[in-house]
């Protein structure tokens, strides 16, 4: 069965709400997902549209808070005390939004296919969710929406260590023909390849699986898993059994993440917002949206197919990429 995604603008986003039964949202503290963005990046969520979405579900007598987790590289938002402060800067504050703003990097351990992951402790614990993603471009993944928000956002930074790490090149030199292509694609300048040596870098590579998927002639595999994989059961671990109202924010969208503080350029012009119940089917819808008028982009800036985490998170029942959008 076809899910169904409202597509529309700034102006009538609660009309959109309106089409969702809210009942068993109100008069609950409910965790509102957001990124609210690294030191120097600066297409991370306006806060004026949160402030806005926010109010709205105010309205409705939803009791929201602002939630986000610590992240695993070496940053601003790697303690919750660093994040907390970045979050002043960025005006993700009570007075400014009017509701609580909560870091935690707690985690409770849940297993899928095998593999351990930890969901966030506020995520776990509550029956509804509200999920704010912004969409835009990302090295690892191609780029990053509803599932990247809680596959990779919605985990503690052990967690997100450990789909890095599974995500690195294993080489296998009988296959390599020395084309040189990883070495000039790694975004972290992890690989040299001269004449017949491949070298990497182990403490430059950041595990974004990058080489791994460019190299034709399977000479690299991932020591684990594709990163697209382990997001995509990741974000189910987060969101099975959960009441979630899913809202994509596809307005500046910029080739990398919002966790990059040379995030730039900007690769698509501004889109709009989609509201949906299916974490699968928006980030779809935002990408279809995406590609009818930029074909392909983030393969082309990322070297990565987006569209990967998009079927992995279909096949293990996350959601359905059909959809039909609806003009609100
Ligand atoms: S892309 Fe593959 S074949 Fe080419 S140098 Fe890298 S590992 Fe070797
Ligand atoms: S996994 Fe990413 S960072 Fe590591 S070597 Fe490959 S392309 Fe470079």
Redesign the pocket.
Known sequence: MKKVVFFTDENKIGEAFNNFNLKGFTHKKIPFKLHMGEKDNKYFPKTKTVKKVVTILKERKIKPYLFDTTVMYQGQRHTKKGYYELLKIHGFSKKNIGCDVVIDDKGIPVKIDGRDYEVAENLYKSSHIFAFSHVKGHNATGFGGTIKNFGMGGVTKETKHKMHHG???MFQKDKCTYCGV?AEI???N??TVKENNWN?NIDK????????ENCINQALSHKDADIQFVLACSAKTCLQNKNVIYFNDVNRIARGCDCDPEAGPVICPDIGYLVSDDPVAIDKASLDLIYDIKPNVFEKYNHVNPKKQIMHAENIGLGSSKYELIKV
């Open positions: 995500s690195r090149p990883c790694c975004p972290f992890a690989i990497q590579c950041f595990g974004c699986g990058v080489c791994v």
